[in-house]
């Protein structure tokens, strides 16, 4: 099925060169020019990734990222003139997908895209929920509730969560995890993934253990084990 993009640029000239490059690469793609438009566009056509500049009209990009994920998983990639890391940092603990600084080659946008929307944790089905006995994990909410209480999870290891939870009984190393979760850009110590889990384990510490875990593979990675 064709997917949508949601180019949300001010700047005329980059959204059309953008917009051209994604529907050769066969994507159906809509615009808007400002947080308020693409909003309302989010809302009304309901988009497989938005492609979110930071600097727009109000509210800006990172009001408007906030937004979304108070409602929905829907990918985002981050498109900003703001090169520094922590500028980076701070829009994937915000919970974006990926982050791309201006200027940028329009093929590699469109590889990033591609890479995003591969993402196993991405694919779902039916009403985007699961349940593994008392954990339920809702991905087109983004929430996880266990015993029917939702647990209070910083953004990033809540798509720790969501990625394992979607690809349950299957071992990531942190390389992996790295690139699904924290995007190619990243630039920190893969050690990000060990205190996540760490965090997951803590908050998950009420889970009964029959029902599934957080394991750590020696040598290999981790996984969500989920009893059969």
Not at 22 to 34: C, D, M, P, Q
Not at 102 to 124: H, N, S, Y
Not at 153 to 164: E, G, I, K
Not at 169 to 181: D, W
């Amino acid at each position: 099925m064709t997917k949508t993009i949601l180019v949300v640029e001010d700047e005329e000239a980059i959204s059309r060169v953008l917009a051209a490059y994604l529907k050769k690469a066969g994507f159906v793609v809509e615009r808007a020019i400002s947080g308020s438009e693409a909003l309302e566009r989010f809302g009304r056509q309901a988009p497989d990734l938005v492609l979110l500049d930071v600097m727009i009209p109000a509210p800006d990009g990172w009001e408007v990222l906030r937004r979304i994920r108070a409602m929905s998983s829907c990918p985002v990639i981050m498109l900003t003139a703001r090169g520094q890391l922590h500028e980076r940092l701070s829009g994937l603990n915000e919970g974006a997908d990926d982050y791309m600084t201006k200027p940028f080659v329009p093929e590699e946008v469109v590889a990033r895209v591609q890479a995003v929307l591969r993402r196993p944790g991405r694919l779902l089905e039916g009403d985007g929920k699961r349940r593994f006995g008392s954990l339920q994990v809702d991905f087109a909410a983004y929430r996880v509730c266990l015993n029917g209480v939702e647990l209070e999870l910083t953004p990033r290891d809540l798509q720790v969560l969501l990625f394992l939870a979607n690809n349950p009984n299957r071992t990531f190393t942190r390389e992996q995890l790295i690139e699904q979760v924290w995007g190619m850009d990243y630039e920190g110590s893969d050690r990000a993934v060990d205190l996540s889990i760490k965090r997951l384990r803590q908050v998950l510490s009420q889970w009964p253990a029959g029902e599934g875990e957080i394991k750590t593979l020696r040598g290999t990675g981790y996984q969500l084990w989920i009893a059969e």
